[in-house]
């Protein structure tokens, strides 16, 4: 890839994501595909990350996200909280020196709790390393397993990780809600009745009542889909103590990103949109200039 | 069956429970089966109905549960909360006269929320009028669909179900956690944990946590299945606001009965065990006498 200095891959559990970065940022080529982790069986990495660079060019490489943990190409131990860029930069596991490495995860463990991440923290750093998010602020990274980040300082401070996007898609496609949840997920009414019972935190018995308010006709079958959506959103929302004062920067896709805000915006909150690529390819490129 | 008045079905989803009864109330033979009305086709439930009379005697049936649903036998409507066995005997679906009928499920709609049952009704208002529950009360039926209802006066005033048991499942079969939940789920400190956790209310952020306490060396592995029930059952229970003095009535079989009691009891509440055989029995039984 002529001009391109180092390649960067986002490489989750289902998909994975290739930038081809120029020194100053710029991303030449990008390129995004369905061979996460699951899809490559055990010793093939190698030979997946031949193949990248035989598309891209044979550049130094840096690898985030789940290709670092048990079941990807190398375990990349957890960084632990509170951890910069300077940090992931120091702990970076090199399959071949100069050549190619895995960016690690981050955890969070306290006397109450534990917590992990990893792929995020790239974007969550890299957001307030380009300035498109304070260096203290509450970061929202929504999707199946959606994380919130307390930064402090530009460091990710805290975290937790809440089962949302998960639980939604075990509701659609596996319960005694399924054959309900078939209209579209969509800002409107429905949604917004599903984010404001969640604020009484009786998500198990409003769950059921999703199905019993159809069959005693107090809802549209059509509306359920959007309204279980409003439910764990909004509870998600609430279990953050997301409030009167609250700022929230999202760093979504625009449909969950209207969603969250909405959740957000009822609950006295207020939420900035962040491009979530952005901030990702801000972040690597700050690691790479860190030990190249 | 010699000596027996009428024939009781428990026909649920999964499972039918047919007891032959005599005029005392005193059971004089039961079966429990697998043909609940998922394993019937349309059509065919009046021919179950005559195997079920070719092995117990032509006698009286009367049924409860999910039969009287859309995908049952013929629907029956709802009944309004408050109700008692006198509502429900007014209001049983005969599908022969004096001879087949199907007891109509429950309804509860207020302003905010709507719920329905289907069965455990009878078992409610049977252990109320058997004398195995007070008639002032707030009785719980723990499984795939948990039931809280307040008695008053004998009848039922309200409820809720909460979606308990359905979602334990599906977290232990298809989530991100299911291949830790292969452990024992039993009162322990794993699940005490657990219910401890839940007064929290941060359910979402929780589920996820269980996993992470794996990554990060904080909990065996083999915990996981108890300490997800308890978070669970735990949230249940805050749900319906039990604390210091709250007295649960628990219609329940031993395994569920004893976590539920844990439950209760670390909310400052106390449980009662009641058994669930006998109070559908007795409910069943005042039911004939009704209408006999």
């Not at 991440?117 to 498109?132: N, S």
Request: glycine residues 12%; aromatic residues 6%.
């Amino acid at each position: 890839m002529s001009g391109a200095e180092f390649l960067a891959v986002d490489w989750g559990t289902t998909n994975r994501r290739v930038y081809a970065i120029a020194a100053d940022g710029r991303v030449l080529a990008t390129e995004r595909d369905d061979r996460g982790i699951m899809a490559i069986g055990r010793g093939q990495f190698a030979d997946e990350a031949a193949a990248i660079r035989a598309r891209f060019g044979e550049l130094p490489m840096l690898c985030a996200g789940m290709v670092g943990s048990v079941g990807g190409w190398v375990e990349a131990a957890y960084r632990p909280c509170p951890t910069g860029l300077d940090d992931l930069a120091d702990a970076l596991t090199w399959i071949e020196p100069e050549r190619t490495a895995i960016v690690p995860g981050v955890c969070f463990v306290d006397a109450t709790r534990a917590d992990v991440m990893r792929g995020e923290e790239v974007q969550l750093l890299g957001a307030v390393a380009a300035g498109i998010a304070p260096g203290d602020a509450l970061l929202c990274q929504p999707g199946t397993h959606c994380k919130w980040a307390q930064m402090a300082g530009g460091r990710i401070a805290s975290f937790r990780t809440t089962m949302t996007g998960e639980l939604f898609s075990h509701l659609k496609k596996h319960s005694l809600l399924a054959d309900f949840m078939t209209g579209e997920v969509a800002d409107g009414a429905a949604f917004r009745d599903g984010v404001a019972t969640a604020a009484n935190r009786t998500l198990l018995g409003d769950l059921f009542g999703a199905r019993a308010s159809v069959l005693t006709g107090r809802r549209d079958r059509g509306e359920i889909a959007a309204y279980v959506s409003g439910l764990l959103i909004g509870s998600d929302v609430r279990e953050q103590a997301v409030g009167a004062g609250t700022e929230v920067y999202l760093l979504a896709d625009p449909a969950l990103g209207t969603l969250y805000s909405a959740a957000i915006e009822a609950s006295g909150g207020t939420a900035v949109l962040v491009d979530s690529h952005d901030a990702f390819v801000a972040g690597i490129t700050r690691l790479w200039r860190l030990v190249r």
